[in-house]
């Protein structure tokens, strides 16, 4: 009887929370339409609000905030549960994330446009632009403090980093010797700038050859940097001119300005033993800490931003490069960013110890190659990357479907994404 009276308020919630079909409102980051009108389902769709309500209630999360889109139309923009449970404040639409390396996808738009000027080749060396990567070492062993290291076969290119064959690393994901040299460099610490940064990981061995294994790195981190030297402007500045007002993504930025504090969510924490969620009290991820512009602008995990922002961003993508009028990429670019880059070697996206079977990567985000086993609802071509925060988007071409799912829970997990995914694509009738 509850999840009947749930799933009843939640249709009800849907027909008031969008603007009259095929309008776009200030409130709507694209034209809304009917779910019918661009071949999906509404009754179906009302399914994936649930079932994010469902999580909410079980504990699991918090709040999450849903956004599909389908031919360039808005059919579904939901908030269920809290963005504060400690002080009963609501989820909205409106809401604004840590989105983590969701961050990934944007920086590398940033290269990419760079690319298409002519300004920056994809195979070209880092070193041309970045001389503290000139020369690289491999690691091979160690003794004490005495490493022995191999001369790179080849340069690390800007297509390495890009696609994460860069043999650089993160230093929290492996437990490998180069992996403990980046913690003691306290790579990606908050208090360095991006040009210290870099200049820290040019001085450290690479974990494998460039351009023989995929391991997620901070390479995207570099591409940042590699961006302020060629466009001589800081990162958060040409990303500003050149992605976020074009397209119009007024609360995605390197910090919470003030006038969006309210609408700030808090971040959760889950227990690895019991799952409950606590408040995350880690110093560098507070909420005073997000509110100021930060010394360090990662490439790689540092943006805030709303469902409808990356929304808008994520349709740019599908449209091959533009949105209203703006044009970012060139179609062919956005093709070559949506195909499979990966060598042989290395054929499968690979984190830690989990191998995502079926899922290769195009240059800068996901590229779904093959069945991805236990998830047969899952096409081919699709795109897609999540944040550290358990945030999630997808693109699927073929479809022409776009989908941000936003929750605020660490550490990272798949469940929002996974309960949801095949409900959406369920949905879709022609």
Not at 231 to 245: A, C, G, I, K, P
Request: net charge negative; aromatic share 8%.
């Amino acid at each position: 009887m509850q999840t009947v009276v749930t799933t009843l308020l939640l249709l009800a919630l849907t027909v008031n929370a969008l603007p009259a079909a095929d309008t776009a409102t200030m409130e709507s980051p694209l034209p809304v339409a009917k779910p019918a009108k661009v071949g999906m389902s509404a009754r179906v769709l009302d399914q994936a609000t649930a079932t994010l309500q469902d999580m909410v209630d079980d504990e699991k999360i918090a709040g999450a905030v849903i956004a599909v889109a389908r031919k360039g139309k808005l059919v579904l923009h939901e908030a269920v549960g809290e963005a504060d449970r400690e002080v009963m404040k609501p989820m909205e639409t409106n809401t604004v994330f840590r989105i983590y390396s969701m961050t990934k996808p944007i920086t590398s738009t940033a290269v990419m446009m760079l690319v298409d000027e002519g300004r920056i080749g994809l195979d070209d060396p880092v070193s041309k632009y970045l001389p503290e990567f000139d020369n690289p070492q491999v690691y091979v062993s160690h003794k004490g403090q005495t490493i022995e290291s191999v001369p790179a076969k080849r340069a690390i290119t800007v297509r390495d980093l890009l696609r994460h064959t860069s043999g650089l690393t993160y230093g929290f994901f492996g437990n490998s010797h180069v992996d403990s040299l980046y913690q003691q460099s306290a790579i990606l610490f908050p208090f360095f700038d991006l040009t210290s940064t870099v200049e820290k990981i040019g001085k450290l061995p690479l974990l494998y050859q460039p351009g023989t294994r995929f391991n997620y790195s901070v390479s995207t981190d570099v591409l940042g940097r590699l961006v302020e030297v060629v466009s001589e402007q800081t990162f958060d500045e040409f990303l500003d001119e050149r992605v976020f007002t074009p397209l119009g993504m007024e609360d995605t930025d390197f910090y919470v300005h003030p006038e969006s504090e309210e609408r700030f969510a808090a971040l959760y924490v889950a227990d690895e033993t019991t799952d409950e969620l606590a408040v995350d009290t880690d110093p560098s991820r507070t909420r005073g800490f997000a509110l100021n512009r930060p010394k360090l602008l990662s490439g790689g995990g540092g943006l805030f931003s709303t469902s409808g922002d990356y929304l808008r961003f994520c349709q740019m993508l599908l449209n091959k490069g533009e949105l209203d009028g703006v044009r970012l990429l060139k179609p062919a670019t956005v093709e070559t960013m949506s195909t499979n880059q990966l060598p042989e070697s290395s054929p499968n996206v690979i984190i830690g110890p989990e191998t995502r079977e079926g899922v290769g990567f195009g240059l800068g985000l996901s590229v779904v190659v093959d069945d991805v086993p236990g998830s047969p609802h899952v096409p081919r071509g699709e795109l897609g990357w999540g944040g550290m925060a358990s945030t999630h988007f997808w693109l699927s071409p073929q479809h022409d479907l776009a989908v941000v799912v936003l929750t605020q829970r660490i550490p990272f997990s798949f469940q929002a994404e996974a309960a949801v995914k095949p409900i959406v694509y369920r949905a879709i009738r022609r």
